[in-house]
Nanobody, 124 residues
Framework: QAQPVESGGGLVQAGDSLKLSCEASGGTASNYRSWFRQAPGKEREFVAGISWSGSATYYADSVKGRFTISRDNTKNTVYLQMNSLKPEDTAVYYC??????????????????WGQGTQVTVSS
């Protein structure tokens, strides 16, 4: 499995939008992908996930209605459109694929390898 490369982060104000990208190849047969984030001093947490076809998407309650996950399989790229950003969204954002064919889509321990992530900072 190739290491993912995340991009698109930055410093924005509350209420602004950002679109993150994650380019990666390989993965399990499901080719499911998730976005996770990790704030300073906190554990890595699930943000959003998407199936290979894009027909199934999953979101953490904290981002539901504000974030949208999508993918372009011709480019091996997964996106995270983030609207109405809040200071509590500040974190390093990572994407990853499941390590195994059976996984808990919310558990970062079931995912990898990890890239460098992209920093999102939302000022109030």
């Amino acid at each position: 499995q190739a290491q993912p490369v995340e991009s698109g982060g930055g410093l924005v104000q509350a209420g602004d939008s950002l679109k993150l990208s994650c380019e990666a190849s390989g993965g399990t047969a499901s080719n499911y992908r998730s976005w996770f984030r990790q704030a300073p001093g906190k554990e890595r947490e699930f943000v959003a996930g998407i199936s290979w076809s894009g027909s199934a998407t999953y979101y953490a309650d904290s981002v539901k209605g504000r974030f949208t996950i999508s993918r372009d399989n011709t480019k091996n790229t997964v996106y995270l459109q983030m609207n109405s950003l809040k200071p509590e969204d500040t974190a390093v954002y990572y994407c990853a694929a499941p390590r195994f064919s059976t996984y808990n889509y919310k558990d970062p321990a079931d995912f990898g390898p990890w890239g460098q992530g992209t920093q999102v900072t939302v000022s109030s």
